[in-house]
Each structure stands twice: as structure tokens, then as C-alpha cells.
């Protein structure tokens, strides 16, 4: 509360008071008061004035920076009325009513945009396990009816796959419930799986594949890391260069594991790399028309912060090394036995 | 041969599983009347089910736990949503294992026939044989009359492919594909490296001309 703004609310009051310090000073001077006893008169009404302004003065300061402390500690400061104490005053009344009126509009939309957002994520995810049934169908026909035409439909129907599944996952990432459970899975295994998610597009790509991975167990959610290893596989495929090949590696660090996925692609510059997993961030390669969304590296780092998976970034010039590490500290052994 | 009764309930899919399958040696049924699903498996003894989750009717789920009051045959569970709560529950109901759509085929196949396996402990083919030419799957080695060569891993998937589809011609990228199914990810180079080693070897154990090449179609034996 400020001091000066207090004092000019308080005018018509100070006003009224030297008015009756006028009339008291008339009426006393009339009935042939002495002037010293006049001023001692006004010296303690003016001492009382001024006492009971900043009594009064800091006594409500104090109550409205608690008020105020209280506001700020709040994380949803829109609840403020729950917790404040019904204030005393008449006028105070009334804002805390007004509050309490804004606080209650408030949740209800709050209430309806979460159940909105709610009921449009389920269509989203029922809409995904739909469409999937077509693709499964697409899939099965062109196995079956091998031709070079059947294999790029197939290369095709893998991109349709990937894009579907970065939806779900952004629907299921912008929530904050888990969707993911966490136990031991093989890194070699999802390694191999995400390969097979994008067998057609890295046989059209003539990507050259190693992998030096090699019973590595993990604690994880094995559907999140080969999702996050499709995008990675995926981008590796999209910025490839000549003769594109693409390595998986996995290394033990003193608290986890370290799998690295590393090609020579055209690489990320320096001064794009600390923006990578923005959303929605595309940089230079996304300029050169490589058809770049911003969402799968952002995605990538979203699901790893939920899993507690580090995410690191290595490109010089040519080629991207993408690192995940995998914590496995005493505790997951410990409880595992 | 193993029987496997297919519950699914859109047809495109149905019928190519139903290609599919039968390609690879399978009796397959696949369910014709939904209300008459446990009656027509009861009526067909398969050896296996594939079994969809979203079922016109009773959901996969139900159909499951009614067929285990009878029989413990395994169950693949196949559905396109993959979320915990599904594949908590396939398991829970006794289900085998749990796929999700769109499946790899190599996969499916590959897990049917490691079910099948293990449930029914069938002697599988360790071997083949061609033109009285033996290729040894267990031990990695290509005989012929009496004298053996040693194959690498590559060369051993590659001489089964052509074992098994013997007297055809298998296209190059037929090979390829078949080898990343198995996790080999060989490319075109690779691959004709591949088939000179094995002619290299067929060579030394007196064997000439064994894996012909058709031009521009591919290789047979």
C-alpha cells in the first residue's frame, strides 16, 4: 500500500478536521482564550490526528501485505477468496464478494475447457486406434501382393504411421496423467522394433545400418523410447546426404546407459542447436524445404523429461549424434533385487 | 498342419490375414457370425486364435476369458490401441501375447510360430534339404556328400530363404527384406558379397552352381 496515495484518501477526513480546528480556534478566541492555550489545544489534537492516521495506516498495511503474501505463495491465485478471512469492513464486503463472483466464473470455465480438452483428446486417441485399422488393412495388402509398387505404398503407409503416432503421443504428452509404465526392457529389442517401424523408408533411403547394442537392460516405458527412436530414425532419413548410414550404440556410464544414435546427415548448425527442441523451432534445415514441423525433437524431449531420460544433441557441420542416457542408479537394482 | 481361428472384425483385414497365413503353412477359420464366436471356435479346434479387441458384440476381453473356461490354446491379442490399461488386461486374462496394429508381418509370424512351439512342442524342420544338398539350421552348416562348409549368420538366412522357396526365383529385394526381418540389415552390395562367399563355399565342398543367378530377376537354387 502506498503511503502517499493513503494520504490523499484520507483528505476530506484531514479537511473536516481543520475545519473544526477553525471553529474550535473562533469559538475559543471569542470567549477570550489565551493563544498559548489555543495552540496546546491544537498541538494535542494534531498529535492525536497524526497518531491515529499512521496507527491506522500501518495496521492496514500489515493486513494487506499478508493479504498480498498469501496471493503471490498461491499457485492457482484465482482461489485467493478460499483462504483470505472474511474481511470486517462494509466496503471490504463487497470486493470480497466481487472475488468470490470471479473465482466461481472462473472454475466453471476452467472446468469446461478442461473437459473440452479432456473429451478432444479421447476423440483424438479413438480417432488414431481408427485410423489404424485402414493402415493395418494397407499394409497387409501390399505384403501380400509384393511389387515395387507395393514396397513404396509400404515406405508411404510407414510415413501415414509415423505422423498418426506423433498425434497420439502429442495428445498423450500434453496430459498430465502417466500413460507410460516403466519396467525392464531390452534396448537391443526396441532399438530392432524401431527399425522395423521404418524397414521400406530406410530401404528406399539406402541407409547402411550398424548397431552395436548388445543386451543392454534398461528401466523404461519400451512403446515411448521406440517412439522417440522413430523420430530420431525418421529425421535421420529426412536429412540424410550421400551415402546415408546410420548408427546405434550403446555404452555403460557410471550411473546408466548411454545410447547413441548417430548419422551423417547434413548435421545442425551451431547456432540452431540450442533451440532444437523448441516447438514448433525449424531453423536452417527447415528452411531449406525439408518439410520440417518443429514437433518431433520437441515431442523427443517432452516424453524424456517424463521418463527421466537425458536428451543431449551432437552435431558439428556433418552428421547428428543424438544421446539418450538411461539412469540406473542403485535404487532401481535395489528394489529389483 | 496348425489351426488358427481369426477373430477380427474388419474384412480387408481378415481376408489378407487369411492370405497371409495360409501362405505360410497355417489351416486358418476366420469367424463368419459374431454372436457364434465361442460356438465356432468350439466347432473348429484351432490351435491358436488371433483376436481382436474391438469386436462387434462381446469385446475381445469376454471372449477370452470364455475361451479359457475350456481350452488354454494360446491367444494373440491384435488391436490398434496400445495404451497400459489394454495390455494389462489382455495378460491378465490369460492372453499370449499382445500386438498392436499396424503390425509388422514378419512379427506376427514370428511370434505365432514361437507360440505354436512352445505350447505344442512340435519337432520343427531342423533342416533342409535340395537336390541332395542339407542345409543344417541348428549347427549353421551347408553338407553335401558328406562334406560340410560353415556358414556366417547372413549366409545361413539367406541359403533358408532359398531353401525355402526352392525351384522359384527369389528377388534380390525379397532377400533383403527377409534378412531385415530377421534383424540382418543388409544392403544390395552386402547381399551380392554375401552370395559369392556362399558360392565360394559351395565351390569348395564340390558343389558347382548351386545358387544360379537369374538375370535381373534374382537368385535360385
Redesign the interface.
Known sequence: MSGKLYLKNQVPAILVNLMGMLALALFLFANGNQFQTVLFIFTVWFIILTTCLSVVYYARKRYLNQLLDMAEQLEERYLIPEIMTIPRKADEQVFYQIMKMAEKSMLEKIGAIQNERKEYKEYI?QWI??V??P???M???C??N?S?FA?EMLAE?ENI?QYTEQALYYARSEHTEK???VRETDLCDVV??A???N?YL??QS?M????NVINNRVYTDD?WVRFILNQIIGNAIKYRAEKPALHFSAVKTNDGIVLSVSDNGIGIPQSDLPRIFEKGFTGRNGRIGKNSTGIGLYLCKRLCDKLGIGLAVHSENKGTAIMLSFQLNDFVTGVQG | MKKIFIVED?F??QA??K??LS?NGYEVFAVTDFSQTIQQIKAFVPHLVILDI?LPGNNGFEICSEIRTFSDIPIVFVT?????MDELNSIMLGGDAFI????????LLAKIAALLKRAYSSPQAEFFAWNGVTLHLESSVIEYNGQKAELTKNELKILYYLFKNAGKICSR??I??FL??H?L?V??NALSVNVARIRDKCNKIGLTDFVKTKHRQGYTL
Not at chain 1, 208 to 211: A, R, V
Not at chain 2, 80 to 84: A, K, L, P, Q, W
Open positions: 486417441e486406434h481408427e489404424k485399422t493402415i493395418t488393412a499394409k497387409l495388402l505384403e501380400n509384393r515395387s514396397r503407409l504411421n500413460d507410460y509404465s530392432h522394433s527399425i522395423a517401424d524397414k530406410l530401404r539406402n547402411t545400418i550398424t548397431i512403446k | 474388419d480387408t483385414i489378407q490375414l492370405t497371409l501362405g474391438k490398434s490401441s496400445n495404451t497400459d498392436t496394429k499396424p503390425y509388422n508381418t514378419a512379427i529385394n525379397d533383403v527384406d531385415w526381418d534383424q540389415y544392403d544390395d
